[in-house]
């Protein structure tokens, strides 16, 4: 079975300081897919990564950067310098390498980024 | 990425009553999945549709609860029966599979639900 853990509940930054989150996942599959996905108040759904599990390269966009370890099966989201408008909930999630199979979804992290 | 609309995009409803969701997407995409997020929750998949064939429920999901329709590639629905107030949730639709050659699945805006 698959399951993504997200240790943190809420977090909360002062602005401008670095902020990670933490995502722990486990399954039996050998090739899958990682995602990490925010979600403002407004609850709209929006896509941030996806990350197959082949390519342990890490990934930098901007202000965020990720840091995948498949040796601790960890997929772990850094914000620097974070801003009021990172204050959202973000979610881990993991599939197959199908889009045909759906998202198994951590429990989120509420980060609050205070000015 | 795929564009995906849902309707209603908020409601608030009677106990007992039934609600139908829309979601349409701007590509035919092979499958669609209906997710529920209670409030302060993560997301929790209800099911899988797939055109042509029924609904597939995950545990603790029932098809006379939650009858779904996919009546083409790009449109499903998804029907709240007999509502209470558990049933108070955002629900999202998703598409996957082959959109704009990607296997990233993307979510629609959501139907924020209420049920008094």
């Known amino acids: 079975a698959q399951k993504v853990t997200q240790a943190q509940t809420e977090i909360s930054v002062v602005e401008k300081e670095d902020v990670t989150l933490d995502c722990v996942y486990e399954?039996?599959?050998?090739?899958?897919?990682l995602f990490w996905y925010k979600q403002p108040p407004s609850g709209e759904l929006v896509f941030l990564i996806r990350r197959n599990s082949f390519d342990e390269q890490n990934e930098i966009s901007g202000r965020y950067s990720w840091n995948f370890q498949k040796s601790t099966s960890s997929f772990n989201f850094t914000i620097t310098a974070s801003q009021v408008v990172d204050s959202a909930v973000y979610f881990c999630?993991?599939?197959?390498?199908?889009?045909?199979?759906?998202?198994?979804f951590g429990k989120g992290t509420r980060l609050s980024v205070i000015a | 990425s795929a564009v995906i609309s849902q309707k209603p995009s908020r409601d608030i409803c009677q106990r007992g009553t039934s609600l139908t969701i829309q979601c349409q997407v701007d590509s035919q995409v092979t499958m669609m999945f209906w997710y529920r997020q209670q409030p302060g929750q993560s997301l929790t998949l209800i099911a899988t549709a797939n055109q042509g064939s029924e609904a597939t429920y995950e545990s603790g999901f029932v098809i006379d609860k939650f009858p779904i329709s996919r009546p083409n590639l790009t449109f499903s629905t998804l029907t709240v029966s007999n509502m209470s107030p558990e049933d108070s949730s955002i629900y999202l639709c998703?598409?996957?599979?082959?959109?704009?050659?990607?296997?990233?699945?993307?979510f629609g805006p959501g139907t924020r639900l209420t049920v008094l």
């Open positions: 999630a993991l599939s197959g390498v199908s889009g045909n199979t759906p998202l198994v």
């Open positions: 998703s598409v996957g599979g082959q959109v704009r050659h990607t296997d990233t699945q993307y």
């Open positions: 399954t039996r599959d050998t090739t899958y897919y």
